[in-house]
């Protein structure tokens, strides 16, 4: 063998064990001894490989920079033919592109252009697949048909290789109709392919474009492992590790959406949570693997979606402080993510990851136990939502911007809760209105069906927060018409998809837009219509396994049952009672749910609406034993939140009050009127020392039964008569007359407002809980929430009311009122 | 104690004036001062009619320790009964030389919630300003009455607006509080000036003893509100301990006669029987 040749096998050796930079060293100096213009070539080759083998961002440049340098001085110094000279000046064109910030789309066409013409048909098309991303639409079309034809020419295996990389960079296209066509058409040449090929990438590229909704899972998950086993190392062994790790970074992420898109239309929680964490592990996977690689359009996604996967994950998690932890790792990818976009200009990723990152830190607002830091965060949060939107706006993306939008709507919304000024409170109730229409509007123009489901409910719920707000009745009536109608176009959208989830909320958002409206108008069918929606949603939640949720529409059923019973008095009484034993079933059974899952403060809730079930049905005894149950399970969560065991001593003490209470109405009924006096005057007494507003005016009421009770028992017959009358008057308030809207001064009612304005401004104020260990603060949090929600609908329950009775006159209204009455003063 | 028979009077001194005790803020006092000057100015042989016009919180019921009232001045508004029939005759209870009857409001919450309910309603108001001149009329012309006494509401009640336009002598009670200052003020200029086209007279109740040393510190402060707020100040009551010991429980100057508070009250008292 000659030197020669012996040198050329060398080189071979190192190429092919990718030692690319000692290749081209080799090549180099053989051509100082053959000035064979291939050899020089071939190690401009090598040494253009082993730049991207590097995993150092600051590396690859030098040697990009290096390369260029080289190319230039090897013009002047070697010599070579004209075609070799081109392709020379393409290579340098084309690092000069990707040494430009950002990337310089305009040297990436030359140089594709030039390998073109060279017949460097896979250099062109590699370059193409990065370059795509880097292009406005209307060119990244043109390229993009250009590849499908340059890979048509390639071997089979290749070819679908190629078309693979192609359909990436092409659904961030805006043109819904020329993507799909273009998608159709790859998608169509691909499954020719795969009757000679395996399936693999047919399935890859059928999961990116959503062409089969179905099979792609089916085909997936196997296949997609196949190519990563076996046809990218395969692939790969002809290119450098930069590549590989690219392809492989893809290939996972493909995986890992696989997985996620699997688990968005799994129905049984386990599974569902099982294939979001493989999704997750994949997104991993794949950051890890394309850190390594300068790819970072395709890095972003990995982060993105690893983060998505942690927020999924966290969702369906019941163990609060790993939910917090998934929560966190969420929002660390995702600010990772963001963090990357700087150096992208896929604005639509970089939309993404700031709506992402928005939804994390709105999750884990949640743990913000400072009101004034969770607003802050929360309007944080809005602006990411809102700067996600734009950059969305900027790419046309209304995909995303409907969904930046409808987030941003939500936050809206979560603003206005927190806002205690009522004219702000209101701003943010109608700017979440105007956001939540935005946002159906732009999903009505996309095909994403789901996100259009999404924000329906979003914009029924947004309805139901502005009506809350809201003085009149006819204003009021018309948004929950609104929200009905909203409540009814999302079940239908919900019928054409598969996702529990979304369908569960579109049913419990109509239900409840058929119940308000039901209770505004008294109107018996609207509460029947809710009743039958909610049936639905019931259902729908058991099969999520969000238990809480499930929990929450039995309640809501309940409920309805109990307003249907008390409104419609046309019932017969057998009817009347059947509703009442339903209601008193599905109490029971949600009181159950929320018991496994530790919520007491619902249980409660449960139990107590039970006692006043009892109540309407002068069942006293059973409405005492639920009564007892009520305080038992106050006390737990008192128990369970140190911090909160004063608030709760006060619910605990209603419960063990209204125990004795009802015996003493027990004891009105049999007549002895005497006794009952007693019983009053002693849990009156037993509430002398309690400092809380509301048991204080519950003392009140148990003396004033007291006072009656002994005048009933006097022998004139006038005062006992009277005293009668008012003894039963107040025994029918005591009932629940809360479901009855008519009776707005009822006793019932009156003890409840107490008891939530009472709570509602302690657990504003959540420095309290500063204290508690995470779990305790979980379930405070959890509490807290249901409580000031509850506060701010009986707030503004009874808005109308203190509208017009509490409100002092101004100035303007006394002005008025004496020259109005200036005549008697006159007279005078 | 039973209800009036006023009709059976003669008037005994030619004296006849209506007084209202209002303020800006709650807790200035009002209806323990009404209460007790009302007292002492029927102990002293005047005929005193004192009337429970604090819809929103009314509390003579309790300071004077009523077990039952037949009627409420809530059902002599609403034109449920007569005037007559609402007040209750305490003149023996206290074994006081004039007449001294007492018209109670209901404080349950249904008839709080009930008057609230008319706060706004204008022309419920104008209705019940009638039958409050009216029963001027009737109390000073036919029964006898001397002083009319209305312990009214805070702030900008329509009931008080009612009972200071009925007025003859308009009281504003203070604290030494400056929100409580600052809003009497605007009361004075928005509504007593501007609108009613009434001067009222002023209390300072309950200032700090630290802030009364020697009698130039009355002095002082007498000059200083009465520039500031514009309006004469007709008594400067310190705050007592043993007052606020007593909770409200019963009528101070009755069991403390010697005590400087209801030598404080007592001198006010002599304000309005040295007016016209």
């Not at chain 1, 290749?158 to 990436?168: A, M, N, P, S």
């Not at chain 1, 009905?484 to 079940?491: M, P, S, V």
């Amino acid at each position: 063998m000659t030197d020669a040749s012996m040198e050329l096998r060398r080189i071979t050796i190192l190429e092919r064990n990718a030692e690319y930079h000692d290749a081209a060293e080799q090549c180099f100096l053989v051509y100082q001894q053959t000035q064979d213009s291939d050899l020089a070539l071939r190690g401009f080759r090598n040494l253009n490989s082993s730049i991207w083998r590097s995993n150092n961002l600051a590396e690859m440049r030098t040697g990009l920079s290096d390369l260029i340098s080289r190319i230039r001085k090897a013009k002047e110094t070697m010599k070579f033919e004209k075609d070799q000279l081109a392709y020379l000046e393409a290579v340098a064109l084309e690092a000069e592109g990707w040494l430009a910030e950002p990337p310089d789309s305009e040297k990436f066409i030359q140089a594709t252009e030039c390998f073109i013409k060279l017949g460097e048909l896979e250099h062109a098309l590699n370059l193409i697949t990065s370059l795509i991303a880097y292009l406005n639409p209307d060119k990244q079309i043109h390229w993009a048909q250009h590849g499908i034809e340059i890979a048509t020419t390639l071997s089979p295996e290749k070819k679908d290789t190629y078309y693979l990389l192609l359909v990436e960079p092409l659904l961030l296209y805006e043109d819904v109709e020329t993507k799909e066509a273009l998608l159709k058409e790859i998608y169509n040449r691909t499954k020719a392919l795969s009757q000679i090929n395996n399936r693999d990438h047919l399935g890859n590229i059928a999961v990116l474009t959503g062409l089969d909704l179905i099979q792609p899972y089916r085909i997936q998950e196997v296949e997609i492992h196949s190519i990563r086993q076996d046809n990218v190392h395969e692939l790969v062994r002809s290119l450098d590790k930069t590549t590989h790790n690219r392809i492989q970074g893809m290939l996972l992420n493909l995986l890992g959406t696989s997985h996620y898109r699997m688990a968005e239309a799994e129905a049984i929680t386990d599974i569902r949570q099982e294939l979001f964490k493989k999704a997750k592990d994949y997104f991993l996977q794949s950051v890890s693997m394309l850190e390594r690689t300068s790819a970072y359009g395709e890095l972003l996604r990995a982060y993105t979606l690893a983060g998505e996967g942690f927020l999924s994950i966290a969702e369906l998690e019941h163990d609060f402080n790993q939910r917090n932890e998934y929560y966190q790792l969420g929002e660390m990818h995702l600010q990772k993510s963001r963090s990357i976009g700087g150096f992208t200009r896929l604005l639509q990723l970089r939309a993404r990851a700031a709506i992402n990152l928005g939804v994390a830190l709105e999750r884990l607002s949640w743990f913000e136990l400072s009101l004034e830091r969770r607003k802050k965060k929360l309007i944080e949060i809005y602006e990411l939502q809102i700067e996600g939107r734009d950059f969305a706006q900027q790419t046309k993306s209304l995909q995303e911007a409907g969904y930046a939008t409808m987030y941003a709507s939500e936050v809206s919304g979560f603003l206005s809760d927190l806002e205690t000024r009522s004219n702000q409170k209101r701003d943010w109730a109608i700017k979440q209105q105007k956001l939540s229409r935005t946002s159906l509007a732009l999903f009505q123009k996309t095909l994403d069906k789901k996100g259009l489901v999404a924000a329906l409910s979003s914009a029924a719920f947004a309805c139901s927060k502005l009506a809350d707000l809201t003085p009149t009745f006819e204003e009021k009536k018309a948004l929950f018409e609104d929200m009905f109608l909203y409540g009814e176009l999302a079940i239908e959208g919900a019928q054409k998809i598969i996702d529990p989830v979304i369908t569960a909320n579109a049913y419990q958002q109509a239900g409840n837009a058929a119940q308000r409206l039901g209770i505004l108008c008294g109107d018996g069918e609207l509460l029947k219509k809710a009743i039958e929606l909610y049936d639905y949603a019931v259902q729908a939640w058991s099969k999520t396994g969000e238990r809480n949720k499930h929990a929450n529409a039995l309640t809501q059923l309940a409920d309805t049952f109990l307003y249907f019973s008390s409104l419609d008095f046309t019932v017969k009484e057998t009817t009347r009672k059947h509703y009442l034993m339903q209601s008193e079933r599905l109490h029971q059974k949600a009181a159950n749910i929320y018991s496994n899952l530790f919520f007491f403060h619902d249980e409660g809730e449960n139990y107590w609406r039970i006692g006043q079930i009892h109540l309407l049905k002068e069942d006293y005894h059973g409405a005492q034993e639920y009564f007892d149950k009520v305080q038992k399970s106050f006390d737990k969560v008192a128990e369970l939140i140190p911090s909160l065991a004063e608030i709760y001593s006060v619910f605990s003490t209603f419960g063990t009050t209204f125990v004795g209470l009802v015996d003493g109405l027990s004891i009105i009924k049999r007549g002895n009127y005497s006794h009952a006096s007693k019983l009053f005057k002693e849990l009156a007494s037993s509430l002398n020392r309690e400092t809380d507003r509301s048991l204080r005016q519950l003392r009140q009421l148990l003396t004033a039964l007291s006072s009656i009770a002994i005048f009933a028992s006097t022998n004139d017959s006038k005062e006992n008569k009277k005293a009668k009358t008012e003894l039963e008057r107040m025994i029918v308030k005591l009932t629940p007359d809360a479901y009855d809207q008519q009776l707005p001064y009822s006793l019932h009612k009156t003890i409840h407002r107490l008891q939530i304005f009472l709570i509602a401004p302690k657990l504003f104020f959540p420095p309290l809980l500063l204290d508690l260990p995470l779990k305790e603060k979980m379930i405070a949090m959890t509490q807290t929430r249901h409580l000031v929600r509850m506060a701010l609908n009986m707030y503004q329950a009874t808005a109308d009311q203190r509208e017009s009775v509490v409100k002092a006159p101004t100035e303007d209204v006394i002005r008025n009122y004496v020259a109005r009455i200036s005549s008697i003063i006159a007279e005078r | 104690m039973s209800n009036a028979s006023v009709g059976d009077w003669n008037p005994n001194r030619n004296k006849n004036r209506a007084i209202t005790i209002h303020s800006f803020k709650g807790g200035t006092g009002k209806s323990n001062l009404s209460a007790n000057m009302a007292l002492i100015l029927a102990e002293r042989g005047w005929n005193v009619v004192l009337l429970d016009f604090d819809f929103r919180a009314p509390s003579l019921n309790a300071l004077f320790q009523m077990n039952s009232i037949k009627y409420w001045i809530n059902d002599w508004l609403a034109q449920r009964c007569e005037l007559n029939e609402v007040l209750v005759d305490l003149s023996d209870r206290y074994q006081t030389m004039g007449k001294f009857l007492v018209g109670f409001t209901n404080p349950s919450g249904k008839a709080i919630n009930e008057m609230t309910m008319h706060s706004l309603d204008e022309e419920w108001q104008a209705r019940v300003l009638q039958l409050v001149l009216d029963g001027k009329d009737l109390l000073f012309e036919q029964y006898g009455i001397n002083f009319q006494i209305f312990d009214t509401s805070p702030g900008f009640a329509m009931s008080s607006i009612n009972a200071i336009l009925a007025a003859d002598d308009p009281i504003l009670v203070i604290k030494m509080d400056h929100l409580d200052i600052v809003g009497t003020y605007h009361l004075i200029k928005g509504v007593y000036d501007q609108t009613l086209g009434k001067k009222p007279e002023l209390v300072v109740n309950k200032v700090p003893c630290s802030m009364l040393q020697n009698p130039e510190d009355y002095k002082r402060l007498k000059s200083e509100l009465s520039l500031k707020l514009g309006i004469e100040i007709i008594g400067i009551i310190p705050c007592f301990c043993e007052v606020m010991e007593n909770m409200g429980r019963h009528l101070f100057v009755k069991k403390h006669p010697d005590h400087e508070f209801s030598q404080s009250i007592s001198r006010l008292a002599e304000h309005f029987e040295k007016g016209n």
